[in-house]
């Protein structure tokens, strides 16, 4: 049999860009805050004009992650709403790695794991809670970790994602 190199693509039309991240949780940072977002609170929340905001946000609304009702309120749909917590959950479980398992900077940790925040698979993503869940509750294994991160108040890696809402380190 031939040995076939598995194809890597480092982009794909329906992954988010770290951009498309940003304004998804911008929109659910101020509908957590105010109870609702606007353009004009996104671009003053980013720094960012509104123009190019409005621009973003076409885009979102094309691929169906964002919502505009009839008074220019926006929200997440719900597959927009599932990439947010699914992006908080990979924010906040990287960070704890970086931190607590590297031993990395709180910077280093924080600004890193923005970075890769909406890159991780679901695959890594459960794999990292299961990993860091099983290191820092599991005293007899050889490698533990003291992390304030509180895994094992979850049954489940899903029930991690959904309850995401951000954490103590995010702004």
Wanted: glycine share 4%; net charge negative.
């Amino acid at each position: 049999m031939p040995n076939k190199k598995a194809s890597i693509s480092h982009t794909n039309e329906s992954e988010l860009t770290h951009s498309m991240a940003h304004y998804l949780l911008t929109i659910h940072k101020l509908r957590e805050e105010k109870g609702y977002a606007r353009v004009t609170d996104i671009a003053k929340e980013l720094g960012l004009t509104k123009g190019s905001v409005s621009t973003a946000l076409n885009n979102l609304k094309k691929r169906d992650l964002v919502e505009e009702d009839e008074s220019k309120f926006l929200s997440l749909s719900h597959t927009g709403h599932d990439h947010v917590h699914g992006i908080l959950s990979s924010r906040t479980l990287m960070y704890y790695f970086l931190k607590d398992v590297l031993n990395v900077s709180d910077d280093t940790a924080h600004n890193d794991s923005c970075l890769v925040e909406h890159l991780l698979s679901a695959e890594t993503r459960e794999r990292l809670f299961t990993f860091m869940k099983d290191a820092a509750h599991n005293k007899d294994k050889c490698l533990t970790v003291e992390t304030e991160l509180e895994l094992a108040k979850y049954n489940s890696h899903e029930e991690f994602t959904h309850a995401q809402k951000g954490d103590k380190y995010l702004e």
